[in-house]
């Protein structure tokens, strides 16, 4: 039988345990709760950065919508406002603390419009041929290094995709090849809605999508933004090369060079025909009413920066007059 002091001893024993587990719970305890109240304050000051960083990401948006609004020209070029946002990129560093935006606009209508691609006659879906070379010379450049054969494959995809019937054109695709995909969907036989559905089309990679740093871009030189027209006066070079087999590298360079020198002549829809220096360059009977100097259709990239974080917007809008309605509104 245990004396009364081994009981006192044993019990003192049990109480130093007991005690010793209450301790280590209690600093388990009030290590979670500190960890936890220092990551709700690093959250809250994380979604008060996010909050501010969207804002000054809108703040870029509104200010080129604003400066493309101003306007008052009947026609557009690149040294527009518009076309020059590095000026008013560099003052938003002194709008905001610690923060500022990266905004540039870019004219869609002086991109190639996918959607005029194909065209109704009688009750078929025929090529617009005007815009199917475009596209083809495009698509054919080296830069793209595609080849021909490809480049006819692509184009061929891209109108049976619009167009509302399901006879394969070429080496093309319908709904039967998209059927057989590993996630199976259907051809949309309708106008694209928006530039990605691009790479939802036969031939058209990510590659050659979003570029790489060999090669360009074709979202960069197509748009589905456009009433149909291509703004001669803001262009890329490459989609001025396309316009015709006459126009070089070279040549485009120097086409260019006219369009930067503010030259009263690019009021004119037809500058490039009656300016000796190009005229003979386009054949104004076939590309006459593809071509304008005037924009409605732009897209907006602003991109917001504050302490080492990053919000991109991407928007497009239209211009009527001297307001711009937003069509899209995406956030990266």
């Known amino acids: 039988m245990k004396t009364w002091r081994e009981r006192v001893l044993n019990n003192r024993g049990v109480a130093l345990i007991t005690v010793i587990l209450i301790v280590g719970v ?84 002086g991109k190639i419009p996918l959607n005029k691609l194909v065209k109704v006659e009688g009750n078929e879906y025929v090529y617009n041929n005007t815009i199917k070379d475009i596209l083809l010379r495009l698509l054919s450049q080296p830069e793209f290094a595609l080849g021909e054969e490809k480049a006819e494959e692509i184009v061929g995809a891209i109108k049976d995709w619009i167009d509302a019937d399901d006879e394969v054109t070429g080496g093309s695709a319908e709904s039967l090849y998209y059927s057989t995909l590993d996630s199976p969907y259907k051809a949309k036989n309708a106008p694209l809605d928006c530039i990605e559905e691009l790479l939802m089309i036969k031939g058209v990679t990510k590659e050659i999508f979003s570029g790489t740093k060999e090669k360009p871009a ?77 924009s409605h259709y732009f897209k907006i990239i602003s991109t917001g920066e504050m302490n080492e974080m990053k919000q991109t917007i991407t928007t497009v809008i239209k211009r009527d007059g001297s307001s711009g309605n937003i069509l899209k509104w995406r956030i990266n």
Request: proline content about 2%; aromatic content about 10%.
């Open 218 to 294: 074709l979202s960069q030189y197509v748009t589905v933004n456009s009433i149909g027209t291509i703004n001669i006066n803001t262009a890329p070079l490459m989609v001025l090369r396309a316009l015709s087999v006459k126009i070089t590298p070279e040549v485009a360079q120097k086409m260019d060079e006219f369009r930067r020198s503010k030259n009263p002549s690019l009021a004119n829809n037809d500058w490039w025909y009656r300016d000796p220096n190009f005229a003979g360059l386009l054949n104004q009977q076939d590309i006459a009413a593809e071509l304008t100097v005037k």
């Open 26 to 109: 209690l600093v388990a305890f009030a290590i979670e709760l500190n960890r936890s109240a220092r990551a709700d304050i690093y959250d809250a000051a994380s979604v008060s950065d996010g909050i501010k960083l969207a804002y000054i990401a809108k703040s870029g948006v509104y200010g080129a919508v604003a400066l493309l609004t101003g306007s008052e020209t009947e026609y557009d070029t690149l040294f527009d406002d518009w076309a020059n946002m590095e000026v008013l990129s560099a003052k938003s560093k002194d709008l905001f603390e610690n923060g500022y935006f990266i905004v540039k606009v870019e004219d869609e209508m």
